[in-house]
T-cell receptor, first 111, second 114 residues
Framework: KAGVTQTPRYLIKTRGQQVTLSCSPI?????VSWYQQTPGQGLQFLFE???????NKGNFPGRFSGRQFSNSRSEMNVSTLELGDSALYLC??????????FGPGTRLLVL | AQSVTQPDIHITVSEGASLELRCNYS??????LFWYVQSPGQGLQLLLK??????LVQGIKGFEAEFKRSQSSFNLRKPSVHWSDAAEYFC????????????FGQGTILTVHP
């Protein structure tokens, strides 16, 4: 069974731009969670989607948003990028709300 | 609110030596507990998990962890470390109404000397 895939793997943007990251979960998994990883703050939860509904949300500004499609694929969007948004963005999928399996991440650099 | 503390930021061991990585959590009820490993530039790989039952859980790559409710701990152990175990290790907790939200510790970087 294929693992969690994330596209693109690397991205360079400039301040003020917006970006969309994509995540395809493991086949059969209906829950997708997103995390931001930075050297200073570590791994922080962004949000979780299940059956196209946001089920949990972390403490991030409204510039961070996400959605999930009927095939469980998920996207997250960051608008008006700031330098501090440079990070590794990790997506994880799970069948229900149990074990989360992570993708390789998208590394975003904001210049 | 749930939280996780990994007291050791960096640990160095010699190849073949035993390893114990510490993890303490804060959570009101019985949590779901996890250990993940991350190699540089990679995503997180699940090593093992504890949901309930036997408090000593076995994972991949020869790792094990013991859940101790009285100490709010979930320490990771390996009897003999291999050079390929060098990586960063994260302890995480989930539970309550937020099982889909993992709260991670700050991570422990493991260096293995030959």
């Amino acid at each position: 069974k294929a693992g969690v895939t994330q596209t693109p793997r690397y991205l360079i943007k400039t301040r003020g731009q917006q970006v969309t990251l994509s995540c395809s979960p493991i086949s059969g998994h209906r829950s997708v969670s997103w995390y931001q990883q930075t050297p200073g703050q570590g791994l922080q939860f962004l949000f979780e989607y299940f059956s196209e509904t946001q089920r949990n949300k972390g403490n991030f500004p409204g510039r961070f948003s996400g959605r999930q499609f009927s095939n469980s694929r998920s996207e997250m969007n960051v608008s008006t990028l700031e330098l501090g948004d440079s990070a590794l963005y990790l997506c994880a999928s799970s069948f229900g709300q149990e074990t989360q399996y992570f993708g390789p991440g998208t590394r975003l650099l904001v210049l | 609110a749930q939280s996780v503390t990994q007291p050791d930021i960096h640990i160095t061991v010699s190849e073949g030596a035993s390893l114990e990585l510490r993890c303490n959590y804060s959570y009101g009820a019985t949590p779901y507990l996890f250990w993940y490993v991350q190699s540089p530039g990679q995503g997180l790989q699940l090593l093992l998990k504890y949901f309930s039952g036997d408090t000593l859980v076995q994972g991949i790559k020869g790792f094990e962890a013991e859940f101790k409710r009285s100490q709010s701990s979930f320490n990771l152990r390996k009897p003999s470390v291999h050079w390929s175990d060098a990586a960063e290790y994260f302890c995480a907790v989930a539970g309550g109404t937020s099982y889909g939200k993992l709260t991670f510790g700050q991570g422990t970087i493991l260096t293995v000397h030959p």
